[in-house]
Nanobody, 124 residues
Framework: QVQVVESGGKLVRPGDSLRLSCAVSGRTSYHMGWFRQALGEEREFVAVMSADSGTINYTDSVRGRFSISRDSVNNIIYLQMDNLKPDDTAVYFC???????????????????WGQGTQVTVSS
């Protein structure tokens, strides 16, 4: 059974940095995506890393500010978020796409296992 657990969300000020963690158990081969959902909005794609860590995609609004990385030893995926803005406020989810034969995908229904989400609030 694959389990995905996010952590690290909290209240921060604009311009601050924050690192989210996503611990995965039960599987070591997967594309890992990060999504977010603001209150009253649809869930949106943030970033994805391929199973071999060789390909990474970001949505335009976070490119240059966010970076995704993987600790393969401990099976943890990180989302480093710098220069945070109020528009980044959302519940952040990580999700595993286990069909690694396919290219990276940005739509949520492609992902098989989801975490419970962690709240990130950016406010002065």
């Amino acid at each position: 059974q694959v389990q995905v657990v996010e952590s690290g969300g909290k209240l921060v000020r604009p311009g601050d940095s924050l690192r989210l963690s996503c611990a995965v158990s039960g599987r070591t081969s997967y594309h890992m995506g990060w999504f977010r959902q603001a209150l009253g909005e649809e869930r949106e794609f943030v970033a994805v890393m391929s199973a071999d860590s060789g390909t990474i995609n970001y949505t335009d609004s976070v490119r240059g500010r966010f970076s995704i990385s993987r600790d393969s030893v401990n099976n943890i995926i990180y989302l480093q978020m710098d220069n945070l803005k109020p528009d980044d406020t959302a519940v952040y989810f990580c999700a595993a796409d286990v069909d690694v034969r396919l290219p990276l995908r940005r739509y949520s229904r492609a992902y098989d296992f989801w975490g419970q989400g962690t709240q990130v609030t950016v406010s002065s």
